[in-house]
């Protein structure tokens, strides 16, 4: 059984760093491309980041360029989002997930989800 569990969320002034980490289980951790994706109340759920399989290529959304960096141990099995320079606008609920695609961008293409971790920020 796979499971995703996220971890590191919680409240944080603007400006301010939080750390999300991804503990993955019951796959082979290093064939998935791993995302972060995240969803803010009445929106809908966006991808923040993606990382493939050794950790080399990364993709980011525009609105995250610069601020989050997202990355991957495979003896681990988990994969990582380091949150600097917070804004008000990154509050969400942040999720992970894995696909066995070769990219993948859009939440349809990933095969497993996390539960999920709250990230707020106040201004």
């Known amino acids: 059984q796979v499971q995703l569990v996220e971890s590191g969320g919680g409240l944080v002034q603007a400006g301010g760093s939080l750390r999300l980490s991804c503990a993955a289980s019951?796959?082979?951790?290093?064939?998935?491309?791993m995302g972060w994706f995240r969803q803010a109340p009445g929106k809908e759920r966006e991808l923040v980041a993606t990382?493939?399989?050794?950790?080399?290529?990364?993709f980011y959304a525009d609105s995250v360029k610069g601020r989050l960096t997202i990355s991957r141990d495979n003896a681990k099995n988990t994969v990582y989002l380091q949150m600097n320079s917070l804004k008000p606008e990154d509050t969400a609920v942040y999720y992970c997930?894995?696909?066995?695609?070769?990219?993948?961008?859009?939440?349809?293409?990933?095969?497993?989800w996390g539960q999920g971790t709250q990230v707020t920020v106040t201004s």
């Open positions: 019951g796959l082979t951790f290093s064939n998935y491309v």
């Open positions: 997930a894995a696909s066995g695609l070769w990219i993948a961008t859009r939440s349809y293409e990933y095969n497993y």
């Open positions: 990382i493939k399989w050794s950790g080399s290529n990364t």
